[in-house]
């Protein structure tokens, strides 16, 4: 239904902030609801943030406050800021889609992409 690339990844120290890109294709942007997702090495993916197709948002505790999820219709574009980078926010980072609030949060989706890598090291 829907095709995703995410791009915007890199290297960064500590405090440091890096903003992330979501390109969808294929399918009409504007009536799904987004997230974000992210995997350590060694761990399970976990949820990071959602946006709703109106605009309503929600992140995971450990990102309350430095990271901003935002979405871009015209554009077909989802994006995270992330600031004040932590070494614990190091992982792959996959975006996703879907029509369904509850199965994107759960994260029990079809299909996920490359992701792209964010480092936070000093």
């Known amino acids: 239904q829907v095709q995703l690339v995410e791009s915007g990844g890199g290297l960064v120290q500590p405090g440091g902030s890096l903003r992330l890109s979501c390109a969808a294709s294929g399918s009409i942007f504007s009536i799904y609801h987004m997230g974000w997702y992210r995997q350590a090495p060694g761990k399970q993916r976990e949820w990071v943030a959602t946006i709703t197709s109106s605009g309503r948002t929600n992140y995971v505790d450990s990102v309350k406050g430095r990271f901003t999820i935002s979405r871009d219709n015209a554009k077909n574009t989802l994006y995270l800021q992330m600031n004040s980078l932590k070494p614990e926010d190091t992982a792959v980072y996959y975006c996703?889609?879907?029509?369904?609030?509850?199965?994107?949060?759960?994260?029990?989706?079809?299909?996920w992409g490359q992701g792209t890598q964010v480092t936070v090291s000093s």
């Open positions: 996703n889609a879907d029509k369904s609030l509850i199965r994107l949060v759960a994260g029990t989706l079809g299909s």
